[in-house]
């Protein structure tokens, strides 16, 4: 059993940056395959970043590419997700999640946090 907690989420305007953090309890958390999604409303959660489940290699959305940056320190149990020339488009409800197997589907994580908000002003 895996619990999540995502925090920094904000308001910052459109070319500033966020990291967010996501704590998770749990002496397994280094084998889990953690991810970031992202859900804005009347909008489907959509996949963000994610380590791949080999070799710890990471993976990002088109959308988001170059801009964020995934990282995780396995002994402080925490994800992080850096976000840099933030825009607009990216104003959503940030949600960290854990699986045994990962990937860009949702529905392959197992655990989730409550999200934290970011909002992205013009």
């Known amino acids: 059993q895996v619990q999540l907690v995502e925090s920094g989420g904000g308001l910052v305007q459109a070319g500033g940056s966020l990291r967010l953090s996501c704590a998770a309890s749990?002496?397994?958390?280094?084998?889990?395959?953690m991810g970031w999604f992202r859900q804005a409303p009347g909008k489907e959660r959509e996949f963000v970043a994610a380590?791949?489940?080999?070799?710890?290699?990471?993976s990002y959305a088109d959308s988001v590419k170059g801009r964020f940056t995934i990282s995780r320190d396995n002994a402080k149990n925490t994800v992080y997700l850096q976000m840099d020339s933030l825009k607009p488009e990216d104003t959503a409800v940030y949600y960290c999640?854990?699986?045994?197997?990962?990937?860009?589907?949702?529905?392959?994580?197992?655990?989730w946090g409550q999200g934290t908000q970011v909002t992205v002003s013009s």
């Open positions: 380590f791949r489940r080999s070799g710890g290699s990471t």
């Open positions: 999640a854990a699986g045994s197997l990962g990937g860009s589907y949702y529905r392959m994580y197992d655990y």
């Open positions: 749990g002496r397994t958390f280094s084998s889990y395959v």
